[in-house]
């Protein structure tokens, strides 16, 4: 029998195919190409009244914008996002002309599928991600200084994985999702 925790052979390698790895390799680069191309990926997710309120902060080793994500990364994921050839800060439009009032309700639904988009395409493309909020919030939001309204979510690591998948990557099954909404708590 199928092994529940292992991605069915029916799903497309793309999606089968991704892992966030612990390790990239420093010699991997994402060259503009690249880097163009997973922007054109966001740029073609689906948003709720086609709202996009999606926005990027990208840098690669070596550019001087990197230098300014570094200090801000926790130890934790410091450890193999520094590897990575391009780091992805991610922000979505939560508040309209500066007010609280005005607010979107989709917009990290939809940043999230700009990014999963964004994640799709760098593996056709060879390249790894991993996504990550282990860095202080409050020290990066104060150095990249985003429009009033604006707010950063995560970060995304890209780059070659140095590693495969772990072991014992654990899913919950298809039939709990399913029926998750409606079970007694576990
Ligand atoms: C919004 C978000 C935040 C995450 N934050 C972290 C993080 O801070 N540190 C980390 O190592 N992984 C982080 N991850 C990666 C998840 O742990 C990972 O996707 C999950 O364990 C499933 O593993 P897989 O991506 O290899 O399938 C994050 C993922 C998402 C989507």
């Known amino acids: 029998m199928r092994d529940p925790q292992e991605p069915s052979g029916g799903i497309h390698p793309l999606l089968a195919g991704r892992f966030s790895p612990h390790r990239f390799d420093p010699s991997a680069v994402v060259d503009d190409r690249a880097l ?7 740029r073609w997710a689906p948003s709720a009244g086609n709202s996009q309120p ?3 902060f990208m840098a690669r080793p070596g550019e001087p914008e990197h230098d300014r994500l570094l200090p801000h990364l926790a ?35 939809d940043l999230g599928q700009a990014v999963a988009h964004m994640a799709v395409q760098a593996q056709a493309l060879g390249l790894a991600t991993h996504q990550f909020r282990a860095f202080d ?3 990066l939001t104060k150095e990249l200084g985003p429009n009033p309204g604006w707010v950063i979510v995560s970060m995304v690591a890209v780059g070659g994985a140095a ?5 014992g990557r654990h899913r ?3 039939a709990h ?9 576990e």
């Open 36 to 42: 163009g191309l997973l922007l054109e990926a966001a």
């Open 54 to 56: 999606w926005g990027f």
């Open 75 to 109: 130890p934790s994921s410091a450890r193999w996002a520094v590897d990575a050839g391009l780091l992805v800060v991610t922000l979505t439009r939560r508040h309209f002309d500066d007010t609280p009032l005005l607010y979107s309700e989709f917009a990290d639904y």
């Open 137 to 139: 919030l409050e020290g």
């Open 163 to 167: 590693e495969g998948p772990p072991e």
């Open 172 to 174: 919950r099954t298809a």
């Open 177 to 185: 999702l399913r029926s998750a909404p409606w079970s007694p708590a």
